[in-house]
């Protein structure tokens, strides 16, 4: 169809919406190679000299036979680390990431894992910033923060309600050993030996909890099994909680996960899942590990705890699987062609179950190199795997991977390199080329995609399998901790049906699911378009298929009451980058088209950035991008409609408008991108409307290089919105509403202190009295892992719920939008932090609903308020393809569809 949204996913974005950082090792750095490898940056081919190279008769990073190989039984206990959003584990620059000590989680006397907990002082979680105290966002003055619009109806959520809690005092420790001891599962094993003096306890490798109190400061000995030395252990007090105080609760967490590590799931990055009921993907060489995420709140009335059932995608690929792949297709290049897919790829290293980021491959570097350990031994990569993991690497003559650390990670004292053996990382995580495979995601979505009644299944089914095994009822009992065996009830509200408006102020409603793409087909659009002048570019070949789309157009457009006239026709003799741009160049320095059509032969993205570049930056003018394989489809009518409601909007017209409140309204909609090529450069898109029918836009994208999503210019582009809207109407906008997108939790306090207030102080500045606007911020979150189910079947779009799941302290909201036909819908979270409009919930819950109605490039409701899913798609075309701001010429029309 026309210009596509090419977002599979937020790179680096904000999964689950959690914001702390990972957890960085205390252990002693290790010095630094008297002679550092120097080919991981400048790539030099071959092994070094001094090694002998592959035998001519095979592959040169030939595998040994499979009989010959060493399965290696997965450390537990020892991960930490998100594997699609780090930039790469912790580890010594001249070392293997085994020489560091991995990332840990909680567990109790050796278990488990606990994530969540983070504490202030000297005790606290290593290199992790405390857990955000929760901004209190609820007004003092809202007695209910619960509307009363809508249908009630008692949903379910995939909530469990803790009947009985732990309310004693607990004591925090920090334990010390000497020397050093880097494994986390060794440390807790060490310490075990004294659980008789210690007591009831909780220790996640360097902090302890305990609910009575030991002396201040003690010393332990044990003896490690492994070499037979005595290590010391040092414990000293660093504090206290009560109940009551905000990182109380996160303890209960800290439980639970020691509870999945008892079930014996598996932990990989920063989740527990089942190796052992993992599901095989033969045909694509894949593995689906299910697992469960958990986590423990203060919600309204009760403390629950928030299950999902999760999945995990493992490519039974090493790298060096990879690399030989690249070597058969490619024996002078395969370097190249190896680089260009392992190169910012995430791998899983089953010895310590960790994740790393790739960022470069040192040929002159391999497993017989040798590293210095910290007391100035030098040791083989190999030997060093044999010794510490009793691996026995095969292949002598595999280049090193090279991981990058962050350079916060640095400044922490961390060296900068990882190396990391091909041999010994499994691939993690889908390409773009398995994206785009039909059939494989198709056979991963049979699994993935849980229907509401198989999720409660399996939710009812981890809760009677957490309390049924003997070891977590004894754990959870010696912590007063009991589990309810039923999900949560919860109220909730279906709002009325949205009634679309179209041309003429003709009205038809979006229907029981949300979709009205039938109503478009004869009806005239809401404001029409005439296309005069417009160019069309395509190779020679095509032109037959191109010629009877067009027609196709053309006929949409009657349709709706738009005009299409016949364009002029532009060939091409080839399908390159720069083809493209040269043609795009030649047609804007002899004419002014209203609008580009360039149809491509495929989805390479070198080629849509190269014409999106061109027609954004160099020579400012709407575009569309078709794919020409939709030109012949058995859709291609209904396909055709589609493009012409892009069309449309991307030369100022809209398709369609709902009824909304008479008032001078702009709704802003900001979001930020990361530039996969630049990790330290970011792109905030703002979006804001100009009109009260919502349906002309103004849009401004600014770059930032803080590496958050957070930006300085967000104030600055909302004042060049407000010029702009009044410069359309005469007058300025009376009531402002701002959906903020991309905001991690731990941030909420930041965007409080720094945006909003910025935000505020211009709005003094444009208006002089600052009681001629009301303005609301909301932070929209929609990656979340809350779901609701209506009798064991998805809730209907509109579905409301503001009781019993919501947090105290905050005024938010969920709101169900969508309606999907595989699997559970996923609600979106929204949390007002600021707010003076003096709305009623039921009037802040009804506009946001209403603006799910109005992303044109879907008949039908999206997830998250339009303004937002504006600026998502904004900041993502600049992130990923353009890389520069946009002209300004274009900023008033939706020219990024």
């Known amino acids: 169809m026309g210009d596509r949204d090419r977002n599979p996913g937020r790179g680096r974005s ?72 780090r930039s790469g584990s912790k ?35 290593r290199g992790r910033r405390p857990i955000p105290v929760d901004l209190l966002t609820r007004p003092k003055d809202m007695h209910s923060k619960k509307g009363t619009t809508g249908n009630p109806v008692t949903l379910q959520a995939n909530y469990f309600k803790l009947p009985a809690t732990t309310d004693w005092c607990l004591y925090q420790y920090r334990v010390d050993f000497a ?45 490690r099994q492994s070499d037979e030395e005595r290590i010391q252990i040092t414990i000293r007090i660093v504090g206290q909680l009560q109940k009551g105080d905000p990182h109380y609760i996160q303890f209960f967490n ?56 999760t999945h995990k995608v493992m490519r039974q690929q090493t790298l060096l699987d990879i690399l030989n792949d690249c070597y058969q297709k490619n024996r002078h290049e395969y370097k190249q062609l190896f680089e260009s897919q392992v190169s910012g790829l995430v791998v899983l290293t089953d010895y310590n179950n960790n994740t790393y980021r790739i960022s470069d491959i040192d040929y002159d570097t391999n497993p017989r190199s040798t590293f210095k350990l910290r007391n100035g031994e030098n040791i083989s990569y190999k030997d060093y795997y044999k010794s510490k993991y009793q ?25 900068e390199l990882v190396y990391l053996v091909p041999e010994l990382c499994r691939a993690t995580g889908l390409t773009d080329q398995m994206r785009e495979n039909f059939h494989l995601m198709n056979a991963l979505a049979k699994h993935t995609r849980v229907a509401p009644k198989s999720r409660i299944d399996k939710l009812l089914a981890f809760n009677r399998r957490l309390r049924s095994m003997p070891e977590v009822v ?92 016949k ?85 100022g017209g809209a398709p369609w408008s709902v009824e909304l409140p008479p008032i001078n309204l702009m709704v802003v909609g900001f979001d930020v991108c990361h530039d996969p090529n630049d990790k330290g450069r970011d792109f905030g898109a703002l979006v804001a409307s100009l009109d009260k029918s919502l349906t002309r836009y103004f849009s401004a994208v600014s770059s930032h290089s803080t590496g958050e999503e957070l930006s300085n210019e967000f104030s600055i582009n909302m004042l060049k919105a407000l010029h702009n809207y009044r410069q359309m109407n005469q007058t300025l906008p009376s009531h402002i509403v701002i959906y903020r997108d991309g905001v991690g939790e731990g941030q909420l306090p930041y965007v409080y202190e720094h ?87 039921d009037q802040m819950q009804r506009i946001t609903y209403k603006l799910t109605h109005m992303y044109y490039n879907w008949c039908g409701t999206v997830k998250v308020p339009a303004p937002c899913q504006y600026a998502h798609k904004l900041a993502f075309l600049v992130a990923q393809f353009i890389r520069r701001p946009p002209s300004t010429k274009m900023e008033n029309l939706l020219y990024f569809l």
């Open 14 to 85: 904000r999964g689950r919406g959690r914001s702390q950082d990972e957890r960085r090792s205390e252990q002693p750095r290790a010095q630094p190679l008297s002679q550092p490898p120097q080919g991981a940056w400048g790539r030099r081919p071959g092994p070094p000299p001094s090694q002998p190279g592959p035998s001519s008769s095979q592959t040169p990073y030939a595998r040994p036979s499979q009989s010959s190989q060493r399965h290696y039984p997965v450390v537990k206990g020892v991960v930490k680390g998100r594997a699609t959003e």
């Open 91 to 125: 580890g010594d620059g001249s070392q293997p990431a085994g020489t560091k000590s991995e990332k840990m989680e909680v567990d109790v006397s050796g278990g488990g894992a606990g994530g969540d907990a983070g504490m202030t002082g000297r005790g606290a979680m």
């Open 179 to 223: 020397p050093e001891e880097d494994r986390t599962v060794v440390r807790k094993g060490l310490l075990r030996l004294h659980k008789e003096k210690v007591g009831a306890y909780v220790f996640d490798g360097t902090v302890l909890y305990t609910s009575k109190r030991i002396p201040d400061e003690i010393e332990l000995w044990s003896v």
């Open 254 to 309: 800290i439980i639970m996960r020691k509870c999945l590590d008892l079930l014996k799931l598996q932990l990989v990055g920063r989740d527990y899942f089942d190796a052992h009921s993992k599901i095989e993907v033969r045909e694509f060489g894949l593995e689906l590990w299910p697992g469960y995420l958990t986590s423990i709140r203060q919600h309204e009335n009760d403390i629950l705890m928030c299950a999902e059932v």
């Open 391 to 415: 691996i026995q690497i095969r292949n002598d003559s595999q280049p090193m991977l090279v991981t990058r650390l962050k350079p916060k990670e640095r400044r922490a004292g961390q060296a």
């Open 474 to 565: 004894q754990e959870l009992t010696d912590w007063n901790l009991k589990l309810d065996d039923r999900l949560v009830n919860i109220p909730g509200r279906i709002l009325p049906q949205e009634n679309i408006v179209l041309g003429n102020n003709r009205k038809a409603p979006a229907g029981q699911f949300a979709d009205w793409g039938r109503e478009l087909h004869s009806k005239p659009l809401f404001s029409c378009t005439h296309l005069s002048n417009w160019v069309v570019i395509c190779l020679g070949r095509m032109k037959y298929d191109v010629e009877n789309f067009v027609s196709m157009l053309q006929d949409s457009a009657r349709g709706m009451s738009c005009r299409i006239d």
């Open 567 to 651: 364009p002029r026709y532009f060939d091409i003799n080839d399908d390159r980058s720069n083809t493209y741009s040269d043609a795009l160049e030649r047609i804007m320095s002899t004419s002014n088209p209203e609008l580009v059509f360039c149809v491509v032969s495929n989805n390479r993205a070198d080629r849509y950035g190269a014409i999106k570049k061109k027609c954004t930056i160099d020579r400012p003018v709407p575009s569309q991008v078709f794919v020409a394989r939709n030109l012949t489809s058995k859709g291609n009518r209904s396909i055709a409609t589609k493009v012409t409601i892009q069309l449309t909007c991307k030369l």
């Open 755 to 841: 945006e909003v207030e910025q935000v505020k102080r211009k709005l003094s500045e444009i208006y002089g009295d600052p009681s001629l606007v009301k303005m609301s911020f909301i932070v929209v979150t929609k990656r979340i892992n809350t779901r609701f189910f209506n009798r064991e079947n998805n809730p209907p779009p509109g579905t409301v719920v503001d009781d019993v799941v919501t947090n105290p302290l905050k005024y938010d909201f969920f709101v169900v939008s969508q309606s999907v036909k595989q699997g559970s819908v996923s609600p979106c979270a929204y949390n007002v932090i600021a707010d003076s409009t003096g709305w009623r919930p």
